[in-house]
C-alpha cells in the first residue's frame, strides 16, 4: 500500500466521521434542552417530545432506502445533499419560531442525519483493506456510541451557557466542513450500478406507515397506557399491516426498493439481531440510568452526566483494542466476552440499592463499556463481511435501522416496565405497612419527632409523618422497579450468548496462517 493510499484512506476516515459525530450527537444533544424549549416555545409536556420524535421518526424511515437512493443519484451527490438537508435543517431549528416550524425543520434534519451512520459504516468498510476491518470499525464505533453518551452533556453546557437554540447553530460550522471533506476525499466507486426507471412506490409507501406508525406508538405507547389507547391500538394495526405488505412487496417485485433479499444471508441476520439486543440493551441503560440518580438519588442533571462518563470512556478504552484483537481471536470470543460483560453488569445494578455509592456504580459502568465497546466494534465488523460490495450500502442500512427500532423498542418497555413496576411494588410493600405493624409505628414516631424538633405543631408533625412514610414506601417501590429492568436487561445479554455461534467472517479464517503437520 503506498503513501498516497494511506494518506486518502485517513482523509476518507475524518470525512466520514465529522458528519458521524455529528449526526449521532444530535440523536441525544436535544433532550436536555427540552425543559428550556417548551417553556420558549409554550409548548406543552406531550407537544415539546415531537421534537425528538420527528427526527427519530424520519431518520428511521429513510435508512433503509439510502442505497435505492443513491443509485438515483449517485452517492457522492447523495452524501452531499444528506449534510445539506442536516446542516440546513439545524440553522433552521436554531431560527425556529413556534413548535410546528421547529417540528418540521427536525423531521428535515432527520432526513439527513439518518443517512450519515450507514453510509459512514459503508464508506469505512469499502476503504479498509480485509485485514484492518476491525481498526474501521473501531473508528466507526467511536463516532455512533460516545457521540450519544457525550450529547446530553454538551447539550446541557450550550443551554445554560448560551441557549438551546445554539445546540443547533453548532451543527453549522461543522456540516460546512464537512461538505469541503466529502467534496475532496469521497468518490463514487466504480461498482455502483446508477438505476434509473419506475421507483417502486408501493413499497415505500409500505414501508413508511409501518416504520412510521411504529416508531410513533413506541413513543407515546407509555404515555397513553398502551392499548387502554384506541390512538395506540390503531398504530399497531397499522405497523402490522404496514410492515407485512411492505415485506410482501419486497419479496415478489423485480425491482424492490429496499433489497430485503441479502436477509437470506444467515451470517449477517443474525449479526444484525445482535445489532438490535446491543441497541435495545445500550439504548434503554442510557434512558434508565439517569433517570435513577435524577429521581431517587436526587443528582443533578450535570453532575449525573459525569456519572455516566466510566462506561464512556471504557468504551473509547476497548474500541481501539477490540479492533486490533479482532484478526487475532475472532468475532466469536468478541462478541461472547462483550455479552457475557454485560450481563454481569447489569445483574451488579439489579442488586443496588438507595444507599448505592459513586463506586457501586463505577465497576458496572466500566464493564458495560468494555462489553459495549466488544461487542460494537466484532459485531460490526464480522455481519458485513459476507455482504459484497455493491450490497454493502443497502446492508448497512438495514443494520443500522433494526438496531435503531430494537432501542426504540428497549426505550419503550423499560419505561413501561418502571412505570407499572413501580404501581405493583407499592401495593405489595403496604400489604407490610400497616397500624398493627411494630416497625411501621415505631417508623411513624421517628419521624413525628423529627419534625416537632423543628417546630411542626402535633397535627402537622403526624400528617407529615405520614406523607414522610408515604415516600419512603414509594422510593423504596421505585428501587425495586430499576432493579428489576436492570435484571431483564442482563437476562437477555445472557440468552442471547448462543447467537454467537452463528456469527463468523469467512474472510479473516481465511487469512489466517495454515499451520503444517
Given at each position: 500500500?503506498?503513501?498516497?493510499?494511506?494518506?486518502?484512506?485517513?482523509?476518507?476516515?475524518?470525512?466520514?466521521?465529522?458528519?458521524?459525530?455529528?449526526?449521532?450527537?444530535?440523536?441525544?444533544?436535544?433532550?436536555?434542552?427540552?425543559?428550556?424549549?417548551?417553556?420558549?416555545?409554550?409548548?406543552?409536556?406531550?407537544?415539546?417530545?415531537?421534537?425528538?420524535?420527528?427526527?427519530?421518526?424520519?431518520?428511521?424511515?429513510?435508512?433503509?432506502?439510502?442505497?435505492?437512493?443513491?443509485?438515483?443519484?449517485?452517492?457522492?451527490?447523495?452524501y452531499i445533499l444528506s449534510v445539506l438537508l442536516f446542516t440546513g435543517a439545524s440553522m433552521l431549528c436554531g431560527i425556529a419560531w413556534d413548535l410546528p416550524s421547529i417540528v418540521i425543520f427536525r423531521i428535515i434534519q432527520g432526513m439527513g442525519g439518518g443517512t450519515l451512520i450507514p453510509m459512514s459504516q459503508a464508506l469505512l468498510r469499502e476503504t479498509f483493506p480485509?485485514?484492518?476491518?476491525?481498526?474501521?470499525?473501531?473508528?466507526?464505533?467511536?463516532?455512533?456510541?460516545?457521540?450519544?453518551?457525550?450529547?446530553?452533556?454538551?447539550?446541557?453546557?450550550?443551554?445554560?451557557?448560551?441557549?438551546?437554540?445554539?445546540?443547533?447553530?453548532?451543527?453549522?460550522?461543522?456540516?460546512?466542513?464537512?461538505?469541503?471533506?466529502?467534496?475532496?476525499?469521497?468518490?463514487?466507486?466504480?461498482?455502483?450500478?446508477?438505476?434509473?426507471?419506475?421507483?417502486?412506490?408501493?413499497?415505500?409507501?409500505?414501508?413508511?406507515?409501518?416504520?412510521?406508525?411504529?416508531?410513533?406508538?413506541?413513543?407515546?405507547?407509555?404515555?397513553?397506557?398502551?392499548?387502554?389507547?384506541?390512538?395506540?391500538?390503531?398504530?399497531?394495526?397499522?405497523?402490522?399491516?404496514?410492515?407485512?405488505?411492505?415485506?410482501?412487496?419486497?419479496?415478489?417485485?423485480?425491482?424492490?426498493?429496499?433489497?430485503?433479499?441479502?436477509?437470506?444471508?444467515?451470517?449477517?441476520?443474525?449479526?444484525?439481531?445482535?445489532?438490535?439486543?446491543?441497541?435495545?440493551?445500550?439504548?434503554?441503560?442510557?434512558?434508565?440510568?439517569?433517570?435513577?440518580?435524577?429521581?431517587?438519588?436526587?443528582?443533578?442533571?450535570?453532575?449525573?452526566?459525569?456519572?455516566?462518563?466510566?462506561?464512556?470512556?471504557?468504551?473509547?478504552?476497548?474500541?481501539?483494542?477490540?479492533?486490533?484483537?479482532?484478526?487475532?481471536?475472532?468475532?466469536?470470543?468478541?462478541?461472547?466476552?462483550?455479552?457475557?460483560?454485560?450481563?454481569?453488569?447489569?445483574?451488579?445494578?439489579?442488586?443496588?440499592?438507595?444507599?448505592?455509592?459513586?463506586?457501586?456504580?463505577?465497576?458496572?459502568?466500566?464493564?458495560?463499556?468494555?462489553?459495549?465497546?466488544?461487542?460494537?466494534?466484532?459485531?460490526?465488523?464480522?455481519v458485513l463481511s459476507t455482504i459484497d460490495k455493491p450490497s454493502m450500502t443497502a446492508a448497512s442500512g438495514l443494520y443500522n435501522v433494526v438496531r435503531q427500532v430494537f432501542g426504540s423498542v428497549g426505550i419503550a418497555l423499560a419505561a413501561t416496565m418502571l412505570t407499572r413496576g413501580e404501581t405493583w411494588n407499592r401495593a405489595m410493600l403496604t400489604e407490610h405497612v400497616t397500624v398493627f405493624s411494630d416497625t411501621t409505628a415505631q417508623t411513624v414516631r421517628a419521624f413525628s419527632s423529627l419534625l416537632s424538633s423543628h417546630g411542626a405543631d402535633p397535627t402537622t408533625a403526624g400528617t407529615g409523618a405520614l406523607k414522610m412514610l408515604e415516600d419512603m414506601v414509594m422510593r423504596q417501590a421505585?428501587?425495586?422497579?430499576?432493579?428489576?429492568?436492570?435484571?431483564?436487561?442482563?437476562?437477555?445479554?445472557?440468552?442471547?450468548?448462543?447467537?454467537?455461534?452463528?456469527?463468523?467472517?469467512?474472510?479473516?479464517?481465511?487469512?489466517?496462517?495454515?499451520?503444517?503437520?
Amino acid at each position: 500500500m503506498d503513501a498516497g493510499y494511506k494518506t486518502h484512506k485517513w482523509m476518507v476516515t475524518v470525512t466520514v466521521m465529522t458528519g458521524t459525530i455529528m449526526a449521532a450527537l444530535d440523536i441525544s444533544i436535544v433532550n436536555v434542552a427540552l425543559p428550556h424549549m417548551r417553556g420558549s416555545l409554550g409548548a406543552s409536556v406531550e407537544e415539546i417530545t415531537w421534537v425528538a420524535t420527528g427526527y427519530l421518526l424520519s431518520s428511521v424511515i429513510i435508512m433503509p432506502i439510502i442505497a435505492l437512493l443513491s443509485s438515483r443519484i449517485g452517492r457522492k451527490r447523495f452524501y452531499i445533499l444528506s449534510v445539506l438537508l442536516f446542516t440546513g435543517a439545524s440553522m433552521l431549528c436554531g431560527i425556529a419560531w413556534d413548535l410546528p416550524s421547529i417540528v418540521i425543520f427536525r423531521i428535515i434534519q432527520g432526513m439527513g442525519g439518518g443517512t450519515l451512520i450507514p453510509m459512514s459504516q459503508a464508506l469505512l468498510r469499502e476503504t479498509f483493506p480485509h485485514d484492518e476491518q476491525g481498526t474501521a470499525m473501531g473508528i466507526y464505533g467511536l463516532g455512533t456510541i460516545l457521540g450519544p453518551a457525550f450529547g446530553p452533556t454538551l447539550g446541557g453546557w450550550l443551554t445554560d451557557t448560551y441557549s438551546w437554540r445554539w445546540i443547533f447553530y453548532i451543527n453549522v460550522p461543522v456540516g460546512v466542513l464537512n461538505i469541503f471533506l466529502i467534496m475532496q476525499f469521497i468518490k463514487d466507486p466504480p461498482y455502483l450500478v446508477r438505476e434509473s426507471g419506475k421507483l417502486d412506490f408501493a413499497g415505500l409507501f409500505f414501508m413508511a406507515v409501518g416504520l412510521g406508525a411504529l416508531q410513533i406508538m413506541l413513543e407515546r405507547g407509555d404515555q397513553k397506557d398502551w392499548f387502554s389507547s384506541n390512538l395506540i391500538t390503531y398504530l399497531a394495526i397499522a405497523t402490522c399491516i404496514g410492515l407485512a405488505l411492505f415485506v410482501w412487496r419486497e419479496l415478489t417485485t423485480d425491482r424492490p426498493a429496499v433489497n430485503l433479499r441479502i436477509l437470506k444471508d444467515l451470517n449477517f441476520t443474525s449479526g444484525t439481531f445482535l445489532g438490535g439486543i446491543l441497541g435495545l440493551g445500550l439504548f434503554s441503560s442510557i434512558f434508565v440510568l439517569p433517570l435513577f440518580l435524577q429521581q431517587l438519588l436526587h443528582y443533578p442533571a450535570y453532575n449525573a452526566g459525569l456519572i455516566l462518563m466510566p462506561r464512556s470512556l471504557a468504551m473509547a478504552i476497548s474500541m481501539p483494542l477490540g479492533g486490533r484483537m479482532y484478526n487475532r481471536v475472532g468475532p466469536k470470543l468478541l462478541v461472547g466476552t462483550g455479552l457475557a460483560l454485560n450481563a454481569v453488569s447489569f445483574y451488579e445494578l439489579s442488586l443496588m440499592s438507595l444507599n448505592v455509592g459513586y463506586w457501586d456504580i463505577f465497576l458496572p459502568q466500566f464493564l458495560q463499556g468494555i462489553g459495549f465497546g466488544l461487542i460494537f466494534v466484532s459485531l460490526s465488523t464480522a455481519v458485513l463481511s459476507t455482504i459484497d460490495k455493491p450490497s454493502m450500502t443497502a446492508a448497512s442500512g438495514l443494520y443500522n435501522v433494526v438496531r435503531q427500532v430494537f432501542g426504540s423498542v428497549g426505550i419503550a418497555l423499560a419505561a413501561t416496565m418502571l412505570t407499572r413496576g413501580e404501581t405493583w411494588n407499592r401495593a405489595m410493600l403496604t400489604e407490610h405497612v400497616t397500624v398493627f405493624s411494630d416497625t411501621t409505628a415505631q417508623t411513624v414516631r421517628a419521624f413525628s419527632s423529627l419534625l416537632s424538633s423543628h417546630g411542626a405543631d402535633p397535627t402537622t408533625a403526624g400528617t407529615g409523618a405520614l406523607k414522610m412514610l408515604e415516600d419512603m414506601v414509594m422510593r423504596q417501590a421505585s428501587m425495586l422497579s430499576y432493579n428489576h429492568v436492570f435484571f431483564l436487561i442482563a437476562a437477555l445479554f445472557f440468552l442471547s450468548m448462543p447467537l454467537v455461534l452463528l456469527v463468523k467472517d469467512p474472510h479473516r479464517a481465511a487469512a489466517e496462517p495454515v499451520v503444517a503437520d
